[in-house]
């Protein structure tokens, strides 16, 4: 095989922290190589020095089909045919879903004269090859994270990369659109294009890889074919020691007093007669395919969306938050999966953004901030989610995703609450952050807080879930508890039936 790409003593310096330490990475032609390590261990800085948004450290060299070559903008990286699909999405929420895919390449019929028909026929094209039903016109801001991470790469396809790095492409899409989406990586691969793949997913590294690159703490570990490797072995090249459990142990006492209780809760089409209870001591789980009406179940108990009718119960006391102030006030909190537009000031530091929401918390008197107390706050949650920052005064924007995503839980933990629901939230975290968040969530249990989890990823939720609910278009259809879970019978009850039919 040909070698296509290679970086030689990649090295990136930011004035707080070394992202990169002289690194050696080669990718060949038409393979699908894998890019995996901690939160924070330096892969999307990697991914962003290819792709031009910034410059490596003096020293360091970059080979693009044999010739040495810098890559100063991402222009000119596009021009190579390298391509990136962001951790971050980059889409323009007001356009259309064909208007952000040619954004800037638009086909005209005069200069400044868009050629709408092709450009709807050509956006068509491309989602029909990766088997998206979507509108050419649908605005990207009526869309889930789930559908414009599709118009991302249906963009990406459509600037016929040689060479295409997907940051976390699966973070949320649902098991559907991972299956489309491996079937076109397979396609584009026998078609001679090459990618680079970046996820905490290890079960999909090893099934859609040729070749795995381990990077721990801005070093090279390892590279190896994937057929050589089994979770275990990845994971311990990733954090350095054996882990042999994914789950903390737990022993759950015998479920106290109620927390919450919900009563045949409606709002409009995409909640029908939701009725369930939460016990203290007690972690609940919601399964579901996405836009099965999990998220509108967390949103209308913390009033975001509140509903048309029913009843919720907050230890005993009837609540009917109308806002997500109230619901505060109430003592249910919600950790949202959205965490970049619904939970962070990215301008912001790392310790404002944990202490923002509850100032209350580490004010002395009525005015003065406690420092003191801040820092003890904001040092405990760092060395509880291992949020892997050089300062505590950075600006959260120039942490890694992972380490972003765990400063938002870290700020929802520390508002005093009743309830805590958290939304995904494991989602682009790494397998040694997740075990300890799964810790805290067991802490919180046993200090007699509510915890319910939303999650898509079914081995989390049996791995610590004393019971789950699953939802299926705005209901819920089954109800299982420890001791009887598996995959097929949630699967099941998401798909209203039709995963048996499918499978059998
Ligand atoms: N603009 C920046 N300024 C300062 N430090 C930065 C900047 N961008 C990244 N870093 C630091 O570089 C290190 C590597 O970050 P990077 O985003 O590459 O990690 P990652 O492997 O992609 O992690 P994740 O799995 O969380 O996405 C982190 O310590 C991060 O805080
Ligand atoms: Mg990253």
């Given at each position: 095989?040909?070698?296509?790409?290679?970086?030689?003593?990649?090295?990136?310096?930011?004035?707080e922290?070394?992202?990169?330490?002289?690194?050696?990475?080669?990718?060949?032609?038409?393979?699908v190589h894998?890019?995996?390590?901690?939160?924070?261990?330096?892969?999307?800085?990697?991914?962003?020095?290819?792709?031009?948004?910034?410059?490596?450290?003096?020293?360091?060299?970059?080979?693009?089909?044999?010739?040495?070559?810098?890559?100063?903008?991402?222009?000119?990286?596009?021009?190579?045919?390298?391509?990136?699909?962001?951790?971050?999405?980059?889409?323009?929420?007001?356009?259309?879903?064909?208007?952000?895919?040619?954004?800037?390449?638009?086909?005209?019929?005069?200069?400044?004269?868009?050629?709408?028909?092709?450009?709807?026929?050509?956006?068509?094209?491309?989602?029909?090859?990766?088997d998206?039903?979507?509108?050419?016109?649908?605005?990207?801001k009526?869309?889930?994270?789930?559908?414009?991470?599709?118009?991302?790469?249906?963009?990406?396809?459509?600037?016929?990369?040689?060479?295409?790095?997907?940051?976390?492409?699966?973070?949320?899409?649902?098991?559907?659109?991972?299956?489309?989406?491996?079937?076109?990586?397979?396609?584009?691969?026998?078609?001679?294009?090459?990618?680079?793949?970046?996820?905490?997913?290890?079960?999909?590294?090893?099934?859609?890889?040729?070749?795995?690159?381990?990077?721990?703490?801005?070093?090279?570990?390892?590279?190896?074919?994937?057929?050589?490797?089994?979770?275990?072995?990845?994971?311990?090249?990733?954090?350095?020691?054996?882990?042999?459990?994914?789950?903390?142990?737990?022993?759950?006492?015998?479920?106290?007093?109620?927390?919450?209780?919900?009563e045949?809760?409606?709002?409009?089409?995409?909640?029908?007669?939701?009725?369930?209870?939460?016990?203290?001591?007690?972690?609940?789980?919601f399964?579901?395919?996405?836009?099965?009406?999990?998220?509108?179940?967390?949103?209308?108990?913390?009033?975001?969306?509140?509903?048309?009718?029913?009843e919720?119960?907050?230890?005993?006391?009837?609540?009917?938050p109308?806002?997500?102030?109230?619901?505060l006030?109430?003592?249910?909190?919600?950790?949202p999966?959205?965490?970049?537009?619904?939970?962070?000031?990215?301008?912001?530091?790392?310790?404002?953004?944990?202490?923002?929401?509850?100032?209350?918390?580490?004010?002395?008197?009525?005015?003065?901030?406690?420092?003191?107390?801040?820092?003890?706050?904001?040092?405990?949650?760092?060395?509880d989610?291992?949020?892997?920052?050089?300062?505590?005064?950075?600006?959260?924007?120039?942490?890694?995703g992972?380490?972003?995503?765990?400063?938002?839980v870290?700020?929802?933990?520390?508002?005093?609450s009743?309830?805590?629901?958290?939304?995904?939230?494991?989602?682009?975290?790494?397998?040694?952050?997740?075990?300890?968040?799964?810790?805290?969530?067991?802490?919180?249990?046993?200090?007699?807080?509510?915890?319910?989890?939303?999650?898509?990823?079914?081995?989390?939720?049996?791995?610590?879930?004393?019971?789950?609910?699953?939802?299926?278009?705005?209901?819920?259809?089954?109800?299982?508890?420890?001791?009887?879970?598996?995959?097929?019978?949630?699967?099941?009850?998401?798909?209203?039936?039709?995963?048996?039919?499918?499978?059998?």
């Open positions: 095989m040909e070698e296509l790409l290679r970086l030689e003593n990649l090295t990136k310096t930011f004035p922290v070394v992202a990169l330490k002289g690194v050696n990475f080669s990718v060949m032609k038409g393979e894998a890019l995996v390590g901690e939160n924070g261990a330096g892969k999307s800085t990697l991914v962003k020095i290819v792709s031009g948004v910034e410059r490596m450290d003096h020293g360091g060299a970059l080979y693009y089909k044999g010739n040495r070559t810098e890559i100063c903008d991402p222009h000119s990286a596009q021009k190579l045919g390298i391509s990136v699909i962001y951790q971050e999405l980059t889409y323009v929420p007001e356009l259309t879903v064909a208007e952000n895919i040619f954004l800037g390449r638009e086909p005209v019929l005069a200069p400044g004269i868009i050629d709408w028909k092709t450009l709807r026929a050509k956006t068509r094209e491309l989602l029909s090859r990766l998206i039903r979507l509108e050419p016109d649908i605005q990207l009526h869309l889930s994270t789930a559908q414009r991470q599709m118009v991302e790469i249906a963009k990406a396809l459509s600037l016929q990369a040689e060479i295409i790095f997907m940051d976390e492409p699966t973070a949320s899409l649902t098991e559907h659109e991972i299956r489309t989406l491996f079937k076109i990586i397979r396609e584009l691969k026998s078609s001679g294009v090459t990618i680079v793949y970046i996820s905490h997913h290890l079960e999909e590294i090893l099934e859609i890889s040729d070749r795995v690159t381990v990077l721990r703490d801005g070093e090279w570990i390892a590279t190896r074919q994937a057929g050589e490797l089994d979770i275990g072995g990845l994971i311990s090249m990733m954090v350095g020691r054996d882990m042999n459990h994914l789950f903390p142990p737990r022993t759950p006492g015998p479920p106290g007093e109620e927390i919450l209780r919900v045949n809760l409606n709002r409009g089409e995409s909640l029908r007669n939701i009725s369930f209870s939460l016990k203290q001591g007690e972690i609940l789980g399964a579901g395919l996405v836009g099965a009406g999990r998220t509108e179940v967390a949103r209308a108990i913390f009033g975001a969306d509140p509903p048309d009718s029913g919720i119960r907050l230890k005993g006391k009837p609540v009917s109308r806002s997500p102030q109230e619901a006030k109430c003592g249910i909190a919600l950790v999966e959205d965490r970049k537009e619904e939970g962070l000031v990215l301008s912001m530091s790392v310790e404002h953004n944990i202490t923002l929401g509850n100032l209350n918390g580490v004010c002395r008197g009525n005015f003065f901030i406690n420092h003191a107390r801040e820092k003890q706050v904001v040092d405990g949650y760092i060395k989610l291992q949020i892997k920052t050089p300062l505590v005064t950075m600006e959260v924007r120039r942490l890694s992972g380490n972003q995503q765990k400063v938002v870290a700020k929802w933990l520390f508002i005093p009743y309830l805590i629901i958290f939304d995904e939230p494991t989602r682009g975290i790494d397998v040694k952050a997740k075990y300890e968040l799964y810790e805290l969530m067991y802490r919180l249990v046993q200090e007699g807080i509510g915890v319910i989890i939303i999650s898509s990823e079914l081995p989390e939720l049996i791995g610590i879930c004393d019971r789950i609910l699953v939802m299926h278009e705005g209901e819920i259809t089954g109800e299982l508890v420890k001791g009887e879970f598996s995959q097929e019978k949630i699967m099941e009850y998401a798909t209203g039936g039709a995963y048996e039919k499918e499978t059998a």
